[in-house]
């Protein structure tokens, strides 16, 4: 053995970051470089203070407005601007989204996300959303939306209607988001994280690997969501589902030990958030699904479809659980 493994091997302890300690993208690239068995060891030791590593979180989608979105995200495939045969739709039916969440509920989900294909919702779409929100949650299931940015009152509206969740993703290092979108910028993200941390809705943000970035964005974009002061409560990692159409759609596939580091760097950096392995899981196969979670994810996005593509069904979650001794975080309300 060299001196090297030894010391290694000797490292029990993850670093202690209070709360107000800034994490600097120097360090944050240095975890993305520790040796794939380091790297892992130091997130479980994190994973373990704060959370049963057998559990895990389901979440079901639901896109209630799809396509014909005017911004231009490169690896979108509702953005108007792009021809991926998603066709555009108007907002789903209060009925419609409430059979679509009692169907998620009744398969073990205990969270329901909302999805719509827009830049910003209007005055009169926040209202609609928010009889969506008011009518899931009467379910009693745990709410979320993502709908594009947002203005100054529409977090507060959602909020009293029982929103406990909004996504809102950074998706890349600030350095790289201009490669990726010009329709807006990321300080409009920022600006409308701060919206619904200000209404005291809870925050989902995270991003997407595999769109061409360097390791040292992926850094970035870690020490970006490290680094809001509190860090969200949610955090998705998405790997990029490479859609026709879409300017990012012959992107080479990123290696997918990479995407496990990602998981890693943001269970260590993020201690108590939920880390969701989010888009790609179809694509991943089950044995990369499962260093995943060792690497600390403990939520997964739950139901045969993402917004507009395709995730793995119900049954084959249930079985890969099953198969690796793990479980639902919780059991949905009126279950046992
Ligand atoms: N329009 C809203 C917005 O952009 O915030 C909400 C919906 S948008 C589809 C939500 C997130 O889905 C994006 O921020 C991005 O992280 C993720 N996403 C979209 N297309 C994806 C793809 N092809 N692969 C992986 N993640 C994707
Ligand atoms: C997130 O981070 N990923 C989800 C959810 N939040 C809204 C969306 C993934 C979309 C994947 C491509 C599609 O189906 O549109
Ligand atoms: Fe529109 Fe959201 Fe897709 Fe961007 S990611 S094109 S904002 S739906």
């Known amino acids: 053995m060299t001196e090297q493994t030894i010391t290694l091997h000797r490292a029990p302890k993850a670093p202690v970051h209070p709360k107000a300690e800034r994490w600097s993208v120097d360090a944050i690239e240095a975890l993305f470089q520790l040796p794939f068995p380091e790297l892992l060891y130091r997130a479980q030791i994190v994973h373990r203070e704060h959370f049963d590593p057998t559990k895990i979180e389901f979440a079901t989608l639901l896109s209630v407005k799809t396509g014909g979105c005017p911004e231009n995200c490169g690896y979108c495939p509702q953005s108007a601007e792009f021809d991926t045969g998603v066709k555009a739709s108007k907002l789903m039916e209060l009925e419609e989204v409430l059979f679509a969440a009692q169907r998620a509920k009744d ?35 745990e709410t979320c939306a993502t709908l594009g940015m947002l203005e100054d009152g529409h977090a507060e509206q959602l909020r009293d209607a029982g929103l406990d969740f909004y996504n809102h993703n ?136 993402l917004l507009v593509t395709g995730n793995p069904d119900t049954e084959a979650d249930m079985r890969l659980m099953q198969r690796l001794g793990m479980s639902p975080a919780q059991q949905p309300p009126g279950k046992t």
């Open 107 to 141: 398969a073990g989900a205990t969270r329901f996300c909302m999805g719509a294909a827009w830049r910003a919702p209007k005055d009169r779409d926040i209202e609609k959303v928010a009889d969506l929100v008011r009518g899931v949650k009467g379910l009693g299931m």
């Open 170 to 305: 950074l998706d890349t290092a600030p350095e790289f988001y201009g490669d990726i979108v010009s329709t807006r910028d990321y300080q409009d993200r920022l600006d409308t994280l701060a919206r619904v941390r200000g209404a005291g809705v809870k925050v989902c943000s995270g991003g997407i690997v595999g769109m061409g970035e360097t390791v040292r964005h992926r850094a970035g974009l870690i020490a970006e969501l490290a680094n809001l002061d509190p860090y969200p409560e949610s955090v998705p990692i998405n790997n990029l589902v490479r859609v026709e159409g879409t300017p990012l759609a012959d992107q080479a596939p990123i290696d997918p030990f990479e995407f496990v580091r990602t998981i890693a760097v943001a269970r260590i950096t993020m201690p108590k958030a939920r880390v969701r392995l989010s888009a790609g899981r179809q694509q991943m196969g089950e044995a990369i699904q499962a260093l995943c979670f060792l690497a600390g994810a403990n939520s997964i996005f739950y139901g045969d479809k």
